[in-house]
């Protein structure tokens, strides 16, 4: 079994690291894919006008920006690195959203809200980031509203057995490379495929957003499998 370092410090630090590039790498490495994948969440979120959103490990705010092109919300980004939040601030100001859009540096497991504060939350490639999955859950039932929504966006493994051997020398070896070689850092696209490896499969995230008091409103794989989406809703206790 892998084991990686995914403490608070430890993942801020490597995508800091990689911040000034990671928009372009992510456009190369999905083939420009990645849009049209952040975009099927946000459709399948539903988000309404005025309603406040949290976007988890907002990164460069690619998601949020994307929300606030199609709705008038209010989005929170909450973000571990400093650098990804400092490019998120850039693109937010340069798109006209600063009024709407606001950035918070902080954890995903130590969220600075109180009780019932959002509407939806939502969370594209983050959650395999997080040391204790559970927890977070967890954080996100404790600050929404009653039958609020969430969508998780994450990377998984195909489970077709070619696809899944294709995709994954793709994730060993290419990937790594390219990462590498655009951005200078081999080491943050080795984690990827690691994180990515030994991240829980679809139905184990399942079993465990019921324990943590969600019902699961569409699951849907993306991209043959190499993703999958989570449509979640918080059940009243
Ligand atoms: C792969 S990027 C995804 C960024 C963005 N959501 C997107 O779709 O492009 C993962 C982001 O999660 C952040 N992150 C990882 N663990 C976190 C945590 N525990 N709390 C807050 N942010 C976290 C990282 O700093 C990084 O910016």
Same mark, same amino acid.
């Given at each position: 079994? &892998?084991?990686? +370092?995914? !403490?608070?410090?430890?993942?801020?630090?490597?995508?800091?690291?990689?911040?000034?590039?990671?928009?372009?790498?992510?456009?190369?490495?999905?083939?420009?894919?990645?849009?049209?994948?952040?975009?099927?969440?946000?459709?399948?979120?539903? &988000?309404?006008? +005025?309603? !406040?959103?949290?976007?988890?490990a907002t990164g460069t705010g690619e998601l949020a920006s994307l929300v606030l092109s199609k709705v008038q919300c209010t989005i929170t980004g909450v973000d571990l690195s400093r650098e990804m939040l400092a490019i998120a601030e850039v693109k937010a100001k340069n798109r006209g959203f600063s009024d709407r859009l606001f950035f918070i540096n902080g954890d995903a497991l130590k969220l600075p809200f109180t009780e019932h504060t959002f509407d939806n939350a939502m969370v594209a490639f983050g959650l395999r980031n997080m040391m204790h999955i559970g927890d977070f859950l967890d954080e996100i039932y404790r600050v929404l509203i009653e039958n609020g929504k969430m969508a998780i966006l994450e990377f998984s493994l195909p489970a077709n057995p070619l696809m899944r051997r294709i995709y994954l020398f793709y994730l060993k070896?290419?990937?790594?490379?390219?990462?590498?070689?655009?951005?200078?850092?081999?080491?943050?696209?080795?984690?990827?495929?690691?994180?990515?490896?030994?991240?829980?499969?679809?139905?184990?995230l399942l079993a465990l957003m019921h324990t943590h008091g969600f019902e699961i409103t569409a699951m849907?794989?993306?991209?043959?499998?190499?993703?999958?989406?989570?449509?979640?809703r918080k059940k009243a206790l």
């Open positions: 079994m &892998i084991m990686i +370092d995914k !403490k608070p410090k430890t993942i801020g630090v490597m995508f800091d690291r990689i911040a000034p590039t990671y928009d372009k790498v992510n456009t190369i490495l999905s083939f420009g894919t990645d849009r049209l994948w952040r975009k099927t969440a946000i459709r399948h979120l539903g &988000i309404k006008k +005025d309603q !406040k959103v949290l976007d988890v070896t290419l990937l790594p490379y390219i990462g590498g070689r655009v951005s200078g850092n081999s080491g943050a696209y080795r984690y990827l495929y690691e994180s990515v490896f030994s991240f829980p499969p679809p139905g184990k849907k794989p993306i991209f043959l499998g190499i993703a999958h989406l989570f449509i979640l």
